[in-house]
């Protein structure tokens, strides 16, 4: 009891609640900061957290969302999503749906390697994306392919 009370009387007990007090605060800053910044991390595709996500240009971040929706086989989010209006209104979305099916029939699954924003000219984004389509029958192709994407109510098209 009496080191407790000498411990107490000399300050080294006050400091130490200072010192659990700061780090209290800085803990609490960095969790704000996580819950903040984790939204934007959030790739609009399937709403998974994804740390590369966050960093890409919304141009980017729309191309990738396009790969993932194609590799999820899932031509319905393109066409709701990623489609302009001008050729929604060339299109129906069942002819849409079923020319999409026909072309991803026999793909295993594709995967973008490299991703980067050229950027801004012309009222269009230029991106560019590396990828690698697997077949079911094995065989792997890889591409390099330029994609223009518009602006349209907030959200990028390709």
């Known amino acids: 009891m009496k080191i407790f009370s000498l411990y107490k009387r000399s300050g080294i007990f006050l400091q130490g609640s200072r010192f659990r007090g700061k780090i209290f605060s800085i803990l609490l800053l960095i969790l704000s900061v996580i819950i903040i ?6 790739r609009n595709y399937d709403e998974k957290f994804d740390v590369v996500y966050f960093f890409k240009t919304e141009p980017e971040k729309a191309v990738l969302d396009f790969f993932q929706a194609l590799d999820s086989k899932d ?22 749906l079923e020319e999409m099916d026909k072309v991803l029939s026999g793909v295993a699954g594709i995967e973008v390697t490299k991703i980067v ?3 801004y000219e012309n009222e269009m984004s230029k991106v560019v994306a590396k990828f690698e389509i697997s ?3 094995g065989e ?3 591409h390099k ?4 994407l518009t602006e349209e109510n907030g959200s990028w098209k390709i």
């Open 140 to 142: 792997l192709e890889k």
């Open 145 to 148: 392919k330029y994609i223009y």
């Open 135 to 137: 077949y079911e029958n």
């Open 37 to 42: 910044f984790s939204t934007p991390g959030c």
């Open 117 to 119: 924003y050229l950027g």
């Open 75 to 96: 031509p319905d989010f393109i066409y709701t999503n990623l489609l302009p209006d001008r050729d929604k209104n060339n299109i129906s979305r069942e002819k849409y």
